[in-house]
């Protein structure tokens, strides 16, 4: 009867997660976090007297907006810190990488969230107003650099090339919020700076960043871990082809060996 492989051996070919105990304790604050908002952005928030039970898509669409610049603005410092000499590394390029990946995530549920209160306020689902057309221009930018990151190359090639894309790219993130400042769309201005949103609104919104923000860092977190995998996958796949190369030509060089003595002898 074969006796079973130790628990070692099973533990050493598996995969390992890309979980700790702190991103454990953050994935668990992050889904009380997410719990807590629907109870208040669904139940005990009131409703607005002018437009009703639809205000509650604000809870949604404004954390996920406020996301996705601070996962831009994350990506574009991460790349200048590989760019910057003294801290040239890949794990910014990594950060940069994941950051940018659910900043995209955030501005789509901005732009989905954004139609359908667009829908119950001005009763179509776009409009090519200043906020809107400038996201959307924002979302493709952030898809474009995502595009640039699979080009291929060598880690340090695509680290170089996408840094540059990401510090040109987050100039476009200042745009679309002062947009609503610059010109007159039918956007709605900035309510909470002004003070128009108060009591249980505003503290239904203010937990809405939170349980977005522990959701980035959750999200973010385990993505760079995934692509520090991905990098190194890719390195051993390389080491690995290197090697057969090298067991490829081994055959040649030893017939090389053989056939010099029997020419010297021959002459």
């Known amino acids: 009867m074969a006796t079973p492989a130790p628990p070692q051996a099973h533990a050493a ?147 170089r090339r996408s840094a540059l894309v990401a510090l040109l790219a987050v100039l476009e993130v200042p745009l679309v919020h002062f947009s609503v400042r610059w010109w007159r769309p039918l956007h709605q201005g900035e309510t909470v700076a002004k003070g128009t949103i108060d009591g249980l609104m505003l503290f239904s919104l203010f937990v809405g960043l939170v349980a977005f923000t522990l959701l980035y860092v959750w999200l973010v977190l385990h993505r760079q871990r995934v692509l520090a995998m991905e990098d190194a996958i890719d390195d051993r796949g390389l080491d690995a082809a290197l090697v057969e190369r090298r067991r490829e030509l081994q055959p040649r060089e030893l017939q090389t060996r053989e056939l010099r003595p029997k020419v010297t002898g021959d002459l």
């Open 13 to 159: 070919g598996a995969a390992h997660p890309t979980g700790t105990r702190a991103t454990r304790i953050l994935g668990t604050a992050t889904v009380i976090g997410i719990a807590w908002l629907v109870a208040f952005g669904l139940f005990i928030s009131p409703a607005d007297q002018t437009q009703r039970d639809g205000v509650r898509i604000m809870y949604v669409h404004v954390p996920s907006a406020w996301l996705a610049y601070l996962a831009f603005i994350v990506t574009a410092v991460s790349s200048a810190a590989y760019l910057w000499r003294r801290t040239t590394s890949l794990v910014w390029d990594r950060l940069a990488g994941a950051s940018a990946e659910v900043g995209v995530l955030f501005m789509g549920i901005t732009l989905v969230s954004g139609s359908l209160w667009g829908r119950i306020s001005w009763g179509v689902y776009w409009t090519w107003d200043s906020r809107l057309t400038t996201t959307a221009f924002l979302f493709v930018t952030y898809i474009g650099y995502l595009a640039v990151r699979g080009l291929g190359g060598s880690h340090e090639q695509r680290a």
